[in-house]
T-cell receptor
Framework: AQSVTQLGSHVSVSEGALVLLRCNYSSSVPPYLFWYVQYPNQGLQLLLK??????LVKGINGFEAEFKKSETSFHLTKPSAHMRDAAEYFCAVSDPAGNQFYFGTGTSLTVIP | GAVVSQHPSWVICKSGTSVKIECRSL??????MFWYRQFPKQSLMLMATSNEGSKATYEQGVEKDKFLINHASLTLSTLTVTSAHPEDSSFYIC???????????FGPGTRLTVT
C-alpha cells in the first residue's frame, strides 16, 4: 500500500527565503510521486512529478524536488519565495498502474512580506 | 495539455434535494474517473472510482446510495448527491488518469453548499 506523510501542516517563510516542504512516502514498490498546488477555491495544479527518471525533478514556478530512496523522501523546495507562492501544497503517490492517488494532508504555505 | 472540466463550479441547494455534478474530459477519453471530497483546510479524500460502462467502486465509508455515480460515456462522469444535508457541503473534485504518464488531470472542483 502507498501513503505519504507531509510534515508540518503550516509553513511560514519570508519573501525571498528558501521554501522547504517535506514529504515522506511509504510504498512497497517503486513509487510515482507528485506535488500539487491548490489556490483557494480552485482545483489542483501539477507542480512536478517523479516517475523513476532523474531523481532531481524541476517543476513550474521555480519549484523542484529530489527523490531520495534511502530517506523515502520527496521534499519540495524553492530557493526564493514569492508572495504568489502562498497556497496549499499536496504531496501524492500513485500506485504502479498510476490509477489511484494517495494524498498527504497538505501544507499551507504563508509568505510574509 | 489535457483538460478536465466540472459543472457547475458552485451550487447551493436546500436540504433534502438532490444535486448533480458533471465531470468531463475535454480532449481525451477516460474509462476511469475519480471523485474526491475535500473539506475546508483538509486533504482530498477519494470517494469512488467511476468506471465507464460498469458500476462505480466506492471507498469504505462512502454511502453508494447517497452518492450516485454514473459514467455513461468515455468523456463524462456524473456524481449525484441525493437527499443532501448540510454535512454534505464540501468541495468535490474529479480527476481522470493520463494515458501514459501516470499522472491525473484534475477538474477545477465544485463547491456544494447545502442550506
Amino acid at each position: 500500500a502507498q501513503s505519504v506523510t507531509q510534515l508540518g501542516s503550516h509553513v511560514s517563510v519570508s519573501e525571498g527565503a528558501l521554501v522547504l516542504l517535506r514529504c515522506n512516502y511509504s510504498s512497497s514498490v517503486p513509487p510515482y510521486l507528485f506535488w500539487y498546488v491548490q489556490y483557494p477555491n480552485q482545483g489542483l495544479q501539477l507542480l512536478l512529478k517523479y516517475t523513476s527518471a532523474a531523481t532531481l525533478v524541476k517543476g513550474i514556478n521555480g519549484f523542484e524536488a529530489e527523490f531520495k530512496k534511502s530517506e523515502t523522501s520527496f521534499h519540495l523546495t524553492k530557493p526564493s519565495a514569492h508572495m504568489r507562492d502562498a497556497a496549499e501544497y499536496f504531496c501524492a503517490v500513485s500506485d504502479p498502474a498510476g490509477n489511484q492517488f494517495y494524498f498527504g494532508t497538505g501544507t499551507s504555505l504563508t509568505v510574509i512580506p | 495539455g489535457a483538460v478536465v472540466s466540472q459543472h457547475p463550479s458552485w451550487v447551493i441547494c436546500k436540504s433534502g434535494t438532490s444535486v448533480k455534478i458533471e465531470c468531463r474530459s475535454l480532449d481525451f477519453q477516460a474509462t476511469t474517473m475519480f471523485w474526491y471530497r475535500q473539506f475546508p483546510k483538509q486533504s482530498l479524500m477519494l470517494m469512488a472510482t467511476s468506471n465507464e460502462g460498469s458500476k462505480a467502486t466506492y471507498e469504505q465509508g462512502v454511502e453508494k446510495d447517497k452518492f450516485l455515480i454514473n459514467h455513461a460515456s468515455l468523456t463524462l462522469s456524473t456524481l449525484t448527491v441525493t437527499s443532501a444535508h448540510p454535512e454534505d457541503s464540501s468541495f468535490y473534485i474529479c480527476s481522470a488518469p493520463a494515458f501514459s504518464s501516470y499522472e491525473q488531470y484534475f477538474g477545477p472542483g465544485t463547491r456544494l453548499t447545502v442550506t
